[in-house]
T-cell receptor, first 111, second 115 residues
Framework: AQRVTQPEKLLSVFKGAPVELKCNYS??????LFWYVQYSRQRLQLLLR??SRESIKGFTADLNKGETSFHLKKPFAQEEDSAMYYC?????????????FGKGNQVVVIP | DGGITQSPKYLFRKEGQNVTLSCEQN?????MYWYRQDPGQGLRLIYY???????QKGDIAEGYSVSREKKESFPLTVTSAQKNPTAFYLC??????????????FGSGTRLTVV
């Protein structure tokens, strides 16, 4: 079964502190991993994909196939990073670009 | 202005009624999806469609129905058989093919409340 686990529901960090959101997955094939973000009163939007290997808004995520993880990191949190973050997975055998989402992390950045 | 539009934003349903949520996209995306978002549950897939006139059940399809008569449109009907329909419903679309997932574009959602 394809499964995405985000262990922490709520993460509070001080402005300027590092933030790391954990994501572990279970998938038998070759996965494609994503992070989505939902700011208050805005629609869910793609933050980054592991395939593109880019840094968006200072966030990075590295796919670790050995640990089946795709943790999201940012060295210095900003107040505008307060949002809901979802890790998601798709893969060839999951079929048809279906995305399986984790339950999400609520991030609160304290000024 | 390209995008994906969901309507209405808020919808109230009486017990025993069917209601239909609209989802329209002008991105020329092939695939469309319906998710349900509940607090603490993340997003759960209801139905999806890869091409016109074809759709597949997701993980929680019971009590829902869809149609895909046009590429641009993928309406979701919440039937009276859905026992707990109060939720936030998200529609999404994406390109398909070329062996990779480009990620989804999401609508702004419809909040359905049973009264």
């Amino acid at each position: 079964a394809q499964r995405v686990t985000q262990p922490e529901k709520l993460l509070s960090v001080f402005k300027g502190a590092p933030v790391e959101l954990k994501c572990n997955y279970s998938y038998s094939g070759s996965p494609e991993l994503f992070w989505y973000v939902q700011y208050s009163r805005q629609r869910l939007q793609l933050l980054l994909r592991h395939i593109s290997r880019e840094s968006i808004k200072g966030f990075t995520a590295d796919l670790n196939k050995g640990e089946t993880s795709f943790h999201l990191k940012k060295p210095f949190a900003q107040e505008e990073d307060s949002a809901m973050y979802y890790c998601a997975l798709s893969g060839r055998y999951y079929g048809n670009n279906r995305l399986a989402f984790g339950k999400g992390n609520q991030v609160v950045v304290i000024p | 202005d390209g995008g994906i539009t969901q309507s209405p934003k808020y919808l109230f349903r009486k017990e025993g009624q069917n209601v239909t949520l609209s989802c329209e996209q002008n991105l020329n995306h092939d695939a469309m999806y319906w998710y349900r978002q509940d607090p603490g549950q993340g997003l759960r897939l209801i139905y999806y469609s890869q091409i016109v006139n074809d759709f597949q059940k997701g993980d929680i399809a019971e009590g829902y129905s869809v149609s895909r008569e046009k590429k641009e449109s993928f309406p979701l009907t919440v039937t009276s058989a859905q026992k707990n329909p109060t939720a936030f419903y998200l529609c999404a679309s994406t390109l398909t093919g070329q062996g990779t997932n480009y990620g989804y574009t999401f609508g702004s959602g419809t909040r359905l409340t049973v009264v």
